[in-house]
C-alpha cells in the first residue's frame, strides 16, 4: 500500500487536475480582462465613447476593461477579430451604423453582420449633418439642392470616409430621392474631408456632429440640415431633411456594442444592464451630447431590430444604387 504503481499515481494527479481545470472554467463572470476592440483611430467619436464606457465598466465589473484600436478596412479588421473570439464575453466589439452595409459592399468579408455577432447595447444615435464654409453662398439645403439641378454633376462633396458609412449612405439616399447628381470626392476620413471643405475644395460635406461641431463653434463651418427624424438636442436650431425637403427622410448614425455571437445570455445581459446603467449618469450623458450622440436605454433585443432594419436598408440601397467600394 506504500508503494503506489506510476500509472495509479498519474490517474490521481490526472483527477486532480481535472477537478482544478473545472472549478476555473466554471468561475462565474466577470473573472478577468475584457477588451473591447475598435475598428477606428484613436481620438475618434469611436474610440471615445469605447473608452467612456470601458472606465465605467472597469469599476462595475471589476476587472480592467481594455480599448484596442484596430483601425483599417472600413472597421473589417476589428469586425473580424471579434467574430472569430471566444464566445465568452471577454472580447467585445464597438461598432457603428456603418457595418449595416459591409457585408452588400464587401461580399468576401469572413464575418456575417447578422449571425457572426450578439447585440449588447445601443451606445446612442447620432444624425448626420449637412456642412457647408461659413463663406458658403448657400444658405440652406434647398439652394444646394436647386444648384444641383441646375449643374447636374458639378458640385462636389464629401461623406466621412464614403463606403457604406452612415454619412456616405445619407447622401446616397438624399440624392435618389431627390434626382439629383452630384459628384463625391472620397477621403480616408473626416478630417482631410472638412480641412478641404474649409479650403474650398468641396461645396460641402455630410458628417457626424463629434467631426463638425468644433469647426461649427469655431465659426469655420455651417449647419444646413440634419438627417435624423426630429431634430438633434445638440443642433436644436438646425432643421431636418424631413421638414424641409423630404417628407420621411431619416438617416440615423448609431454607436454600439456586439460580441461574437454565442456569448451566454446572462453575460449579454450584465453588459447591457452595466452600459446602460453608466451611460444615463448626468455627466456622461452630457459628454455624449457634446459629441452629438443622445443615448436611449434598451435591450439587447431592441437593438438587434436595429441592426436587422439597417442592414436590410443598407444593403438594398448598396445593390440598388450601384455602390462600389472605392
Request: charged letters at 15%; a positive charge.
Amino acid at each position: 500500500m506504500k508503494h503506489l504503481s506510476r500509472r495509479t499515481l498519474l490517474a490521481a494527479m490526472s483527477i486532480s487536475l481535472g477537478g482544478f481545470i473545472s472549478t476555473a472554467q466554471a468561475q462565474p463572470y466577470p473573472a478577468k480582462v475584457t477588451n473591447i476592440i475598435v475598428g477606428f483611430a484613436p481620438g475618434g467619436s469611436a474610440d471615445i465613447i469605447a473608452r467612456i464606457v470601458a472606465q465605467e465598466l472597469t469599476s462595475s465589473l471589476g476587472h480592467p476593461v481594455i480599448v484596442d484600436n484596430r483601425p483599417g478596412a472600413a472597421g473589417a479588421i476589428a469586425s473580424t477579430a471579434v467574430a472569430t473570439a471566444p464566445a465568452d464575453g471577454y472580447t467585445l466589439l464597438l461598432t457603428t451604423a456603418g457595418i449595416a452595409g459591409s457585408n452588400a459592399l464587401y461580399p468576401k468579408l469572413k464575418y456575417d453582420t447578422l449571425k457572426s455577432f450578439s447585440p449588447v447595447a445601443n451606445l446612442g444615435a447620432s444624425p448626420i449633418v449637412v456642412v457647408v464654409p461659413s463663406g458658403s453662398p448657400f444658405k440652406s439645403l434647398h439652394d444646394i439642392l436647386t444648384a444641383a439641378r441646375k449643374t447636374p454633376g458639378k458640385l462636389n462633396y464629401a461623406a466621412g470616409a464614403g463606403g457604406a458609412t452612415t454619412p456616405a449612405m445619407a447622401a446616397e439616399f438624399l440624392k435618389n430621392k431627390t434626382k439629383t447628381s452630384m459628384q463625391l470626392i472620397p477621403y480616408k476620413g473626416s478630417g482631410p474631408a472638412l480641412v478641404s471643405l474649409m479650403g474650398g475644395e468641396l461645396d460641402f460635406a455630410f458628417d457626424i456632429p463629434s467631426s463638425a461641431l468644433p469647426l461649427m463653434r469655431g465659426g469655420k463651418l455651417r449647419a444646413l440640415a440634419v438627417t435624423t427624424k426630429a431634430r438633434s438636442a445638440t443642433l436644436p436650431d438646425v432643421p431636418t431633411v424631413a421638414e424641409t425637403e423630404i417628407p420621411g427622410f431619416e438617416v440615423t448614425g448609431w454607436f454600439g456594442i456586439m460580441a461574437p455571437a454565442g456569448t451566454p445570455a446572462e453575460v449579454i445581459t450584465r453588459l447591457n444592464k452595466d452600459i446602460n446603467a453608466a451611460l444615463v449618469k448626468p455627466a456622461i450623458r452630457e459628454r455624449l451630447l457634446s459629441l452629438g450622440i443622445e443615448h436611449t436605454p434598451s435591450t439587447p433585443a431592441a437593438f438587434g431590430q436595429i441592426i436587422a432594419s439597417d442592414v436590410k436598408r443598407y444593403s438594398d440601397a448598396i445593390r440598388e444604387l450601384g455602390i462600389h467600394a472605392e
